[in-house]
């Protein structure tokens, strides 16, 4: 995001707005959605510290405030939108009578705002940017599909039933992590417990021997004095840098980029990141193709939702090289991502005239083998887990046992 100063004539006098914007264009438009008045310029600056200071306050607040809607409520509210849009109902009485009947509060903020934009004269898909990261990006990219189709509705009801499968993968993988994660969790508070409160019992009687202590002992003796002198102190600067990280990573995209291609050489985690976009990819693609939008402008929208930025880059290329007059089963190609039989496939549809049918076929295989690899999670993260396991385990008791082997051995020899 950079910088932008809008000079404004409001009331008959003029005034300068700060605000962050991708571009020139996109702050006019932000300028428009926010601000009455006739805009008289709008110029990109440099930021000033002030505004530094601020924006980094209010992001690390942000992300301990800000809060998505509930996917349930999310969905329920989509299909009720799609309801009464097709029975002719208007955009803002829809969105007036969901806001006044659900018991999610930041649903009823967001849709009332939407409401309010609505009545100003902009519209939804534009209103709806405010809230991005509250709606997420599949939302606004098919509300936009609704509006350039003219079938509002029927991009409600396919969205509703995409966020639905979204919410089911997401379900089965929360599930399938649960196990691991329980697990692991009661391993780190009885080793935290071990530490803290049994391994000083023998701290005493280690420093009565007044011997060599092996490496194992010294490494429990060293975590008991960080546990109970600076446990706390450790605690709150976990706490900070998971703070400061989520701020650069959403701020900086040098660094955001660098975190999402390292997920992407992660073991397990470059599956799931890699297959869950593309099944998300050629899902909602193949649905902006059947709806008639052309295929330039149809990828455009598909990656403007996509999360990975290495993925998202790639992707893009393919836009630009279909742009040039490229068939989409070559620019699908060059990008390494897609297997050879995915690139037939998308040849064949394009041959044949049927491309949104076999790119839902496409969509269909990519979900199989998320699905797989979420069925397959417990067996993949198994080894990990009793790997970690047997080392705080081995820490432990060679960390124990070894001084008192040694000394048991001393008395012996005396005796």
């Excluded at 020139?24 to 300028?31: G, I, P, Q, V, W």
């Excluded at 279909?322 to 041959?351: H, P, R, Y």
């Amino acid at each position: 995001m950079k910088y932008y100063v809008a000079t404004i004539l409001s009331k008959g006098k003029k005034e300068q707005i700060g605000l962050y914007a991708e571009n020139r264009k996109h702050a006019n438009e932000l300028t428009k959605l926010k601000h009455a008045g006739i805009i008289i310029k709008i110029a990109e600056e440099t930021e000033p510290l002030e505004a530094q200071f601020k924006r980094f306050k209010t992001t690390l607040l942000s992300n301990v405030k800000k809060r998505k809607i509930k996917p349930d409520s999310l969905i329920a509210s989509i299909r009720q939108l799609a309801v009464m849009t097709n029975a002719g109902i208007s955009i803002y009485d829809s969105l007036s009578e969901i806001a006044k009947s659900t018991q999610e509060e930041n649903l009823k903020l967001v849709f009332s705002k939407l409401a309010e934009d609505i009545n100003s004269g902009h519209s939804l898909s534009k209103s709806m940017e405010n809230f991005r990261f509250e709606l997420g990006n599949l939302t606004i990219a098919m509300v936009q599909l609704g509006e350039k189709t003219g079938n509002l509705d029927d991009a409600l009801y396919s969205l509703a039933d995409m966020l639905e499968e979204i919410r089911a993968n997401i379900t089965k993988f929360k599930k399938a992590m649960a196990y691991p994660r329980n697990v692991m969790i009661a391993m780190a508070i009885a080793f935290t417990i071990l530490i803290s409160y049994v391994v000083p019992n023998f701290k005493d009687m280690f420093e009565k021997l007044n011997a060599e202590l092996p490496l194992p002992t010294l490494i429990l003796l060293k975590l008991e004095y960080l546990f109970n002198n600076y446990g706390l102190y450790l605690l709150a600067s976990l706490i900070i840098a998971f703070a400061i990280f989520k701020y650069l990573i959403n701020n900086y995209k040098d660094i955001r980029f660098g975190w999402h291609q390292f997920l992407l050489k992660t073991y397990i985690i470059k599956d799931i990141v890699m297959y869950a976009t593309l099944s998300r990819f050629t899902l909602v693609f193949s649905e902006l193709i059947r709806a008639g939008i052309p295929i330039a402008e149809a990828l455009d929208t598909t990656i403007s939702m996509i999360d990975n930025l290495p993925l998202k880059a790639k992707l893009s290329s393919v836009r630009i090289s279909v742009e040039k007059g490229t068939s989409l089963n070559e620019a699908l190609g060059d990008t390494k991502l897609f297997e050879n039989m995915i690139i037939q496939m998308i040849s064949a549809g394009e041959d044949s005239g049927t491309l949104d049918t076999m790119i839902k076929k496409v969509a269909e295989y990519y979900k199989m083998r998320f699905d797989a690899i979420i069925d397959g999670l417990n067996e993949a993260i198994e080894p990990i887990m009793l790997f970690i396991i047997a080392a705080m385990v081995l820490l432990l008791a060679l960390g124990i046992f070894l001084p008192m082997w040694d000394m048991g051995n001393a008395v012996q020899g005396r005796g």
